[in-house]
């Protein structure tokens, strides 16, 4: 059989890995070397060469997206190629997923030995806030002195360590001791509930492996050969669970760059790959240092920034290819400016015959795409935000599934006390609280307590004729459902329950936008096919579990990655952290200055801002042709304006590296413009055309209504010239410069 197709096109490290013997591996290497590329051909070589049935083969990726990707990659290379056909059917049967996708899968197998619900909710990151929030009630704590969030982050960096609450050594400290009270209430709560947070998933599937013998034999049988890719920002109790599952004979190949570890703010070990060869044994490591995706110019800056940290594990990365553009930068004047100045640099590439969706624009935080949303969709450009604003996490849909739940489970307390008054039916915060007073003395859950307090008179008959409308709407939705598809289902459950009216009438365009993304529910649930997804469940599962079930928890688990128009031609704006493992073409990184990036709360942290670093090694790895770095010297953050320096990561960038994208030379710069020596640029089309008005860009000056502010805009011409000034009080605002009766500073 010719299996050369598996190794053309590699270079003899990449060959070396694909085809190593049975084996642990540890391939260790930079951005853009292939790693993610070995993985793929190494199942294929597994499957192809040694006849492992997909069966016996797990794969860890970073994203449920990367997971449906590496499937798509891994059915394009053996389609075809396959002697046997029905192995491309059988790959299906391969687990791909992530580490909480893959645990949410075993937790649902063993539901029964974990004391779970076989319907156990799970919680995400709001709901777990909320949940948070009562049990500090409860608990009578002050939210100022203990907030809520804080005691978040406690629980989820407790679990992602693998600690329960009764091995917890608070000691005398009351820091501590409050925590771990919080924490124990909490738990106690889920417990009785059967709430499931995300790393509640991870712990537990590792408790499931190490508390049942005969289980973890039946999973270390079935996978002989594990694959994980982006190690570097496992956790430990992934790790744990990871060395648990192989045993002594599973095969592991971890893939990782230690750069890249940005995830140690969720409690990612970069550790775990200096950990990797001596817990697992004869491991062989493997280096790539050829990077295939960016230019030459790009991989120098990308090397001369992430040099500055120190601890690295010291990997040399090279490229064949030419030097390539220089890179770009624009010091703006505000965000808005950077924001124009972003998308006419859009619109000149896309006329130069390239696609938008060769384009990503990675920030720092995420309140920093509204701007550069608005200033695409003036220009009419089509955009999609990667895993920002998720569907599944707006409030409309929550509420919409939150009745999808009570369908499920009438005694799930999250989503009964979401919508028990949404749409407002008269049931006041005051009884809810009654009948939560009441749950919580009778030990039962919110709708049994709504329902004694009914019958039992105990609620005033106000109260109570509104509690019984809600009880006899969740029951009669459950028996009118009962024989409808999954979305016929969901319409009659946002239309009966009022939902729909209720979104629609809201004011303005939110109300229509809220509507149409519960039409667009409904058009997932059309849609909803639930053996395209990398959490699918064994197929004698399936069987059992409703559709809805299967919709509701796939929901939960793809919220945080895009889900709507993968395929359309768009400009992708997306954080930095979730562009790892992407690549693209052009690629702006906006925002590029101190107190934003590197985050000003980690700039005086040695070792978060060596993180801030990887993250921006990340950004620029991104690019394969061009790269574009932006920042603003005044931008409003958090409502107030901000004067930020350039990042100390863009002079970190080898000056020979960069070309500076200037206005022409008659603008004068405002008063504390920060020279920089880098090249000269030529950018014609982002001359500014305000020199004729008496005014330049940048310029600061006075309205009588609307105060000092600087010149960030000029359009059009003569008596008809506007002028956009961002104004320090009032914000950006166009005026007609005639009319505006400006006077310069
Ligand atoms: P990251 O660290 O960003 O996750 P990676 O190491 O996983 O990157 P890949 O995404 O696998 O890198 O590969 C980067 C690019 O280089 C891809 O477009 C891939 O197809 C290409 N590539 C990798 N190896 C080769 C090769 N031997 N010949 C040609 N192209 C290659
Ligand atoms: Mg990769």
């Known amino acids: 059989m010719d299996v050369s197709y598996l190794l053309d096109d590699l270079n003899d490290a990449q060959r070396e890995a694909v085809s190593a013997p049975a084996c642990n591996q540890l391939i260790l290497a930079g951005a853009g070397s292939g790693k993610t590329r070995v993985l793929v051909h190494r199942i294929a070589w597994l499957i192809q060469v040694e006849h492992v049935s997909p069966h016996s083969i797990m794969s860890v990726t970073f994203t449920n997206k990367a997971a449906r990707e590496m499937r798509g990659r891994l059915e394009d290379l053996l389609d075809g190629n396959l002697l046997d056909s029905n192995l491309v059917g059988n790959s299906r049967s391969m687990w791909v ?5 893959i645990a949410h899968r075993l937790l649902k197998a063993h539901w029964k030995i974990l004391n779970l619900p076989q319907n156990f909710q ?83 599937a590792h408790e499931l492996l190490l508390n049942n013998p005969d289980i973890l034999q039946h999973y270390q049988r079935r996978f002989p050969f594990i694959l994980v890719d982006e190690f570097q920002d496992t956790n430990t109790i992934q790790y744990a669970w990871l060395r648990v599952l192989a045993g002594n004979t599973g095969c592991v190949t971890a893939v990782g760059d230690d750069d890249q570890s940005i995830y140690g703010w969720r409690g990612a070990k970069i550790e775990n790959i200096q950990r990797f060869t001596d817990d697992f044994k004869q491991s062989q490591t493997v280096r790539l240092e050829q990077n295939y995706r960016s230019t030459g110019l790009i991989l120098k800056a990308a090397n001369g920034v992430i040099q500055n940290n120190f601890g690295r594990l010291g990997k040399e990365l090279r490229t064949d290819a030419g030097d390539g553009e220089p890179l770009s930068l624009y010091a703006a004047f505000n965000e808005h400016d950077e924001a124009r100045f972003i998308v006419e640099s859009i619109q000149q590439w896309v006329k130069e015959g390239n696609r938008y969706d060769s384009i990503a624009i990675l920030y720092r935080s995420n309140a920093q795409s509204r701007v550069l949303e ?38 799930d307390d999250t989503a009964f006390e979401r919508v028990i008054n949404t749409p407002t039916r008269g049931i006041g915060g005051k009884t809810v609280e009654q009948i939560r007073l ?19 008179k105990i ?15 969740i029951r009669q939705l459950q028996v009118q459902t009962l024989e409808s598809s999954l979305d016929e289902q969901a319409d009659k459950v946002i239309k009966q329950s009022g939902l729909y009216e209720f979104h629609k009438n809201e004011k303005g365009e939110k109300g229509q936008a809220r509507a149409e993304n519960l039409e667009e529910l409904v058009n997932a649930c059309r849609a909803f096919n639930p053996n395209d997804l990398a959490t699918q469940t064994d197929q004698e599962q399936q069987e059992d579990a409703p559709l809805l079930v299967q919709f509701l928890d796939s929901a939960s688990l793809d919220a945080g990655e895009g889900q709507a128009d993968e395929f359309d031609d768009a400009v992708q704006l997306m954080t930095l952290h979730s562009a790892k493992g992407l690549e693209f073409s052009r690629v702006f990184m906006a925002g590029v200055e101190e107190n934003l990036f590197p985050h000003r709360m980690s700039a005086d942290d040695p070792e978060r801002l060596e993180e801030e670093r990887r993250l921006c090694y990340v950004g620029i790895t991104r690019a394969m042709v061009k790269l574009t770095i932006s920042y603003a010297e005044t931008r409003r953050m958090h409502g107030t304006e901000n004067f ?32 920089q020596s880098y090249k000269k640029p030529s950018n ?15 310029q600061k000056v006075t309205h009588a209504m609307f105060g000092d502010g600087a010149i960030t805009h000029f359009e059009g011409q003569e008596n008809n010239m506007r002028v956009q000034v961002n104004f320090v009080n009032e914000g950006s605002k166009w005026l007609v410069l005639q009319y505006a009766n400006l006077q310069a500073l």
């Open 97 to 101: 997923g992530t580490f909480h996708g």
């Open 122 to 204: 799970i919680l995400d990151s709001d709901d777990q806030l909320r949940l948070v929030k009562r049990v500090c009630q409860t608990l009578k704590l002050d939210e100022t002195k203990w907030p809520p969030r804080q005691a978040q982050s406690y629980i989820n960096s407790q679990k992602d360590e693998g600690q329960r609450p009764q091995y917890i050594q608070a000691g005398g400290d009351p820091y501590a001791v409050t925590m771990l009270q919080i924490y124990t209430a909490y738990e106690e709560i889920c417990r009785s509930g059967g709430l499931v947070d995300f790393g509640e998933l991870l712990l537990r």
């Open 374 to 411: 608005e200033a695409l969709l003036r220009e009419n450009i089509a955009y999609r935000i990667y895993g920002g604003q998720r569907f599944y996490d707006r409030l409309e849909i929550k509420n919409a599934l939150s009745y999808l739940r009570l369908l499920v489970n009438n005694n």
């Open 438 to 456: 009441f749950a919580r003395q009778e030990g039962c859950s919110l709708w049994d307590s709504a329902q004694r307090m009914v019958d039992e």
């Open 459 to 473: 609620l005033t008959p106000r109260a109570s004729g509104a509690v019984n409308v809600f009880l006899q709407l």
């Open 644 to 675: 930020n320096r350039v990042s100390r990561f863009v002079k970190e960038i080898p000056s020979d590296c960069i070309s500076e994208v200037r206005l022409k030379t008659q603008i004068q710069r405002p008063l504390g413009y920060n020279k």
């Open 684 to 698: 014609a089309s982002l001359q500014e055309k305000g020199e004729d008005s008496g005014y330049y860009l940048g």
